[in-house]
Structures are given as C-alpha cells and as structure tokens.
Nanobody
C-alpha cells in the first residue's frame, strides 16, 4: 500500500493550496483517509478526515470553514482544499489512512499507512 501526497508550497496569508493524496494497493471504504500536520517542534496533529464507511467528514476546529475535503473514488484519491491560509497553518502535511474505522480518528498512532509529507509554508 502506498500513499502519494503532493500539492504543498509557499503562499501568502489568505492564499490557497490544494493537497492531493493518491492511494494504491488498497481502498479504505471501511476505514478512513485524511490529513495530519506537523509543525517544527510539535507533535503530529489531526487536520481533516473522510470516514470511508459513512462518508462523514471531520475537521480540526481551527480549519473548519477554511479547509474542505473531497475524494475521487475512481482514482482512489483524496484532496484537501485549503483556503484563507494563515501562518499557523505552516507545517508538513501528511496523508494517512487506516483500514477500519476507529473513534479515536484524531490519534495518528491509530493509522496504518502514511504518505511522505508535503510542506506548506504560509508567509505573513
């Protein structure tokens, strides 16, 4: 199983980026696929998630209304549209996936698969 993440870059405050995560080798229709981020000196934190078995989305409170998840089942890919970016959004963003849904969806330790990370830098 591989997750390929891309789409990071450098933007100014208020700008937008779209991250992509392409999965190969497995689908996560009973689990979940989403995004975490890790800023320098900080732990990896949950950002957004699509629950595969219910089609429900979950977001970190600080990104609600700014970030939007979408998916393309035919391509087995997920996307994170990030608008109104802020300097505090600066981090390496990782797509993660798990085979079976778990209520602790916010805990990165419960994820089976990870992409390589893509850097998002928001300048003030």
């Amino acid at each position: 199983v591989q997750l390929q993440a891309c789409g990071g870059g450098v933007v100014q405050t208020g700008g937008s980026l779209r991250l992509s995560c392409a999965a190969s080798g497995r689908t996560f229709s009973r689990g979940a696929m989403g995004w975490f981020r890790q800023a320098p000196g900080k732990e990896r934190e949950f950002v957004a998630l699509l629950r595969g078995d219910a089609g429900r989305t979950y977001y970190l409170d600080s990104v609600k209304g700014r970030f939007t998840l979408s998916s393309d089942n035919a391509k087995n890919a997920g996307y994170l549209q990030m608008n109104s970016l802020k300097p505090e959004d600066t981090a390496v963003y990782y797509c993660g996936a798990r085979d079976i849904w778990n209520v602790q969806y916010y805990n990165p330790n419960h994820y089976n698969y990870w992409g390589q990370g893509t850097l998002v830098t928001v300048s003030s």
